[in-house]
């Protein structure tokens, strides 16, 4: 689900809608990386037009932790993340790739 939210970006102009277009996850580290493109519009999201601003936020698995005490880190519950690794994981032995693989 896209946001909205006026913020300016690196190159000096403002974007108001902002979507998820990629997300990498490390299991080892428990770390997420969700990249976030910010457009100045919807329409000009769904036309195609390239981002005029971009973030990453780096996520943590598992319980919410604080920064210095104070400020919650955000993070991914660690139910979610099984859940999106199972999903994966079922989409891939319904692969060609990994066809006939069982789970181990």
């Known amino acids: 689900m896209p946001l909205e939210i006026e913020k300016s970006t690196n190159f000096g102009v403002t974007a108001n809608y902002w979507r998820v277009d990629e997300v990498s996850l490390s299991?080892?580290?428990?770390?997420?990386?969700?990249t976030v493109n910010g457009y100045p519009s919807e329409q000009a999201s769904q036309s195609g037009?390239?981002?005029?601003?971009?973030?990453?936020?780096?996520?943590?698995?598992?319980?919410?932790?604080?920064?210095d005490g104070a400020q919650?880190?955000?993070?991914?519950?660690?139910?979610?993340a099984q859940s999106l690794v199972?999903?994966?994981?079922a989409a891939l032995k319904s692969?060609?790739?990994f066809a006939g693989a069982r789970d181990a």
């Not at 390239?50 to 996520?59: F, H, K, R, T």
């Open 72 to 80: 919650p880190v955000p993070h991914l519950p660690t139910e979610t």
């Open 49 to 67: 037009a390239a981002p005029i601003g971009s973030e990453c936020v780096s996520l943590t698995i598992g319980a919410t932790q604080t920064r």
């Open 95 to 97: 692969s060609q790739a």
């Open 27 to 34: 299991l080892r580290s428990g770390q997420l990386c969700v």
């Open 86 to 89: 199972a999903s994966v994981e």
